[in-house]
């Protein structure tokens, strides 16, 4: 009976812990498109305070941390076309939160991926916005990141390697570093700060995923500049925001490396 028992029991964990991640992903999400609109700015810029309507920003952490209108005027903040629509930011959320709760399973790295993946989505809706990923999210993300997962690396049943990681965020790093040396045009110094954080991240399952993650960014950017072209969007000097391709090909990594270490 026990034995029989044990498939149904590890399944409920499973159905929970993927519940629980989309639910904090859906939570977290919420909070993205004002943090979003404040940080999409130009670099000569200060971050936006007040709302469209002109009202300032109020609640925790000095207005940063709050819905996506305007409690005043109930003014909604995402006002570009470039802006993600706001009801699908919650959803973009919980789905990689689950995933990445399906693919890792109830290992301590588990715990890394949720915390640091609402910040991987506000980091890919300004550089979508604004073609910027500011150095108060990408500096603060590799450091969280490195910190986090040797925490993870304590704890028993964790699947990766600390050593690895950091290495990991190095090599990525520089790789990005010699990319913007040769054509600074094409990559920014701040995607170059960004693989810092994923190359600590994919880097904790290994070699082979940190390049997988790494070719799989660089795929899916190639794919939608050559798009952009055919449609007559864009040329070869057309600048497009790297950021999110880089997040999304992250996320494929992480993916394929907790269901290999599962």
């Known amino acids: 009976m026990t034995r029989r028992a044990e498939p149904h029991m590890i399944a409920a964990v499973y159905a929970t812990l993927i519940a629980v991640a989309a639910f904090w992903g859906a939570a977290a999400g919420l909070l993205v ?33 709050g819905g996506a209108r305007c409690v005043p005027c ?11 629509q706001v009801p699908l930011v919650p959803l973009v959320t ?21 915390l640091l993946a609402p910040f991987a989505v506000l980091l890919a809706q300004v550089d979508r916005s604004v073609h910027r990923l500011p150095d108060q999210l990408t500096l603060p993300l590799a450091a969280a990141a490195a910190v986090l997962l ?38 920014g110094f701040g995607d170059v700060k960004l693989a810092l954080s994923l190359g600590v991240a994919l880097g904790w399952y290994g070699w082979t995923v940190l ?8 795929l899916l950017g190639s794919l939608y500049g050559v798009a952009l072209m055919v449609l007559r969007r864009a040329n070869r000097k057309t600048a497009i925001p790297f950021g999110p391709f880089m997040i ?3 996320l494929a990594g992480l993916l394929l490396g907790g269901l290999a270490a599962g």
Do not use: K
């Not at 609109?37 to 002109?54: H, K, M, N, Q």
């Not at 109930?74 to 006002?79: L, N, P």
């Not at 304590?154 to 040769?182: E, K, M, N, Q, R």
């Open 33 to 65: 498109p004002r943090a979003a609109y404040r940080l999409s700015v130009e670099p000569e810029e200060a971050w936006r305070d007040t709302c469209p309507a002109g009202h300032s920003f109020a609640g925790p952490v000095q207005g940063w941390l």
């Open 74 to 84: 109930g003014a909604a903040i995402a006002t570009t076309q470039r802006h993600l």
């Open 94 to 114: 919980a789905l990689s939160c689950a995933a990445l709760a399906a693919a890792t399973g109830p290992r301590p790295e588990l715990a890394v991926w949720l």
């Open 150 to 187: 040797g925490l993870a690396a304590l704890l028993p049943a964790d699947a990766g390697s600390w050593p690895t990681a950091l290495l990991g965020g190095l090599v990525l790093g520089a790789a990005y570093f010699v990319l913007f040396l040769i054509h600074p045009n094409g990559m």
């Open 211 to 218: 390049f997988t993650g790494a070719f799989a960014g660089f």
């Open 248 to 250: 999304v090909g992250a």
